[in-house]
């Protein structure tokens, strides 16, 4: 039921290249089956890790992903690309490479320090500084219930009078924020942000479920059950 209701949702590329990347997290071990807990405390069959790419090739790659994801929904008319710390670092840096690489744009890359130095490059920012009239797209890997966006945003403004615009994330989980509706969806309506998503988890289950990859199903019937477990108890209600 739940790939049937909401397979048709997001989605910025054309399939082909959504199947490439989830298969791309899959190779990298970035997309994980089992038993997990999200930073906002809640159990999930699955989970989307960053942290898993580690060669330079993987991170070329998933810059070049997130650089299309970018341009189909923002468009390349923004000054700065916000990726917050830890795992917004290098996803800032690869996209903002690509950027330059694919559409010849250059846009400037910023993160932050989890705390603030005092000597040397004083601050809590890394690589551009944010200034006064700058449109700020974030990057991130993906959003459970929104709350690592409002530890972002206060350090984004706090830097002038800015523009953040939009978000950009991985994978769109697909599930409630800290209300009834998506977290995505109460983002947008919260903060006046846009957002979007390489691909949605119910694209990822459409792909691998009871399907081989490399000699493998990935997602098997037992998978399946607890993947649609999880959404009764955190997925959107209509």
């Not at 994978?171 to 309506?189: C, F, H, P, W, Y």
């Not at 399946?224 to 209509?238: H, M, N, R, S």
Request: glycine share 10%; proline share 3%; hydrophobic share 35%.
């Amino acid at each position: 039921m739940f790939v049937r209701k909401l397979f048709c949702i997001g989605g910025f590329i054309d399939g082909s290249l959504q199947k490439e990347f989830i298969e791309f997290m899959v190779d990298c071990q970035v997309l994980k089956f089992g038993d997990f807990v999200t930073k906002s405390g809640r159990k999930t069959p699955f989970f989307v890790n960053t942290g898993f790419y580690r060669t330079g090739a993987q991170l070329r790659r998933l810059g070049q992903y997130y650089a299309e994801a970018v341009n189909s929904k923002f468009g390349l008319d923004f000054d700065v690309l916000f990726g917050p710390a830890y795992k917004g670092i290098p996803l800032s840096v690869a996209a903002t490479i690509a950027i330059s690489e694919k559409y010849g744009q250059d846009i400037r890359y910023c993160s932050n320090r989890k705390e603030v130095k005092d000597h040397g490059d004083k601050g809590i920012l890394l690589g551009s500084p944010i200034n006064d009239g700058d449109r700020v797209v974030i990057i991130e890997d993906v959003t459970t219930a929104g709350t690592s966006i409002e530890e972002t945003l206060p350090i984004i403004k706090a830097q002038g009078d800015v523009n953040p615009i939009g978000l950009v994330v991985s994978v769109d989980r697909m599930e409630r924020g800290k209300g009834t509706k998506s977290a995505l969806s109460e983002i947008e309506e919260k903060y006046g942000l846009k957002t979007t998503a390489i691909v949605t988890m119910a694209e990822v289950v459409e792909h691998l479920y009871n399907k081989e990859y490399k000699g493998k199903v990935i997602i098997d019937d037992k998978l399946k059950a607890a993947i649609d477990a999880y959404y009764e108890q955190y997925g959107v209600k209509e």
